[in-house]
Antibody, heavy 121, light 108 residues
Framework: QVQLQESGPGLVKPSETLSLTCTVS????????WSWIRQPPGKGLEWIGY???????NYNPSLKSRVTISVDTSKNQFSLKLSSVTAADTAVYYC???????????????WGKGTTVTVSS | EIVMTQSPATLSVSPGERATLSCRAS??????LAWYQQKPGQAPRLLIY???TRATGIPARFSGSGSGTEFTLTISSLQSEDFAVYYC??????????FGGGTKVEIK
């Protein structure tokens, strides 16, 4: 079945750009919407944004000015960039698949295990 | 933005007992509501969508109800593996998604 794996630096300095990649295995990235969600330590979940395999995106308004999500269908990967990070961006970052096929449902049925990113000098 | 509020924050229940978790939306989300379970150190797992449809492989002891602004997740007879944090999430505003703050179900 489809599996997702996040990868990227675990430590980012304040004001720099956080960059993560999600690799999709066991299935194709095509025909689905893919999202990034984060969870600060001891807190709840926050949706960051979506990308369709075609490249169309939608972001959380609270993060929109700092977020870029992109897709590389040839590598079956999609990526997250978050600029000008602060300590408030310290979190576990998850990638997830929307269960809709060729449409976005808003329901995330496959999740990666998550990767911890700490923002600190 | 639609704000999702869950109550209680913590629920203490004995194994075998029934657990009832609540989720309220700041405006109607119709039946566009999902529930996720998260255990320590793990990613969330989809339990319920469409307010009441169990996801693949989810045991029948999990049930969801409600529509509009008031929703409930019921675990009919708590098993040891059910002690976790549960989140509701609205997708009526798709592609804007929002989660509740979570309810921790702990052993009494």
């Amino acid at each position: 079945q489809v599996q997702l794996q996040e990868s990227g630096p675990g430590l980012v300095k304040p004001s720099e750009t956080l960059s993560l990649t999600c690799t999709v295995s066991g299935g194709s990235i095509s025909s689905y919407y893919w999202s990034w969600i984060r969870q600060p330590p001891g807190k709840g979940l926050e949706w960051i944004g979506y990308i369709y395999y075609s490249g169309s995106t939608n972001y959380n308004p609270s993060l929109k000015s700092r977020v870029t999500i992109s897709v590389d269908t040839s590598k079956n990967q999609f990526s997250l960039k978050l600029s000008s990070v602060t300590a408030a961006d310290t979190a576990v970052y998850y990638c997830a698949r929307d269960r809709g096929y060729y449409y976005g449902s808003g329901i995330m049925d496959v999740w990666g295990k998550g990767t911890t990113v700490t923002v600190s000098s | 933005e639609i704000v999702m509020t869950q109550s209680p924050a913590t629920l203490s229940v004995s194994p075998g007992e029934r657990a009832t978790l609540s989720c309220r939306a700041s405006q109607s989300v119709s039946s566009n509501l999902a529930w996720y379970q998260q255990k320590p150190g793990q990613a969330p797992r989809l339990l319920i969508y469409g307010a009441s449809t169990r996801a693949t492989g989810i045991p029948a002891r999990f049930s969801g109800s409600g529509s509009g602004t008031e929703f409930t997740l019921t675990i009919s007879s708590l098993q040891s593996e059910d002690f976790a944090v549960y989140y509701c999430q609205q997708y009526n505003n798709w592609p804007g998604l929002t989660f509740g703050g979570g309810t921790k179900v702990e052993i009494k």
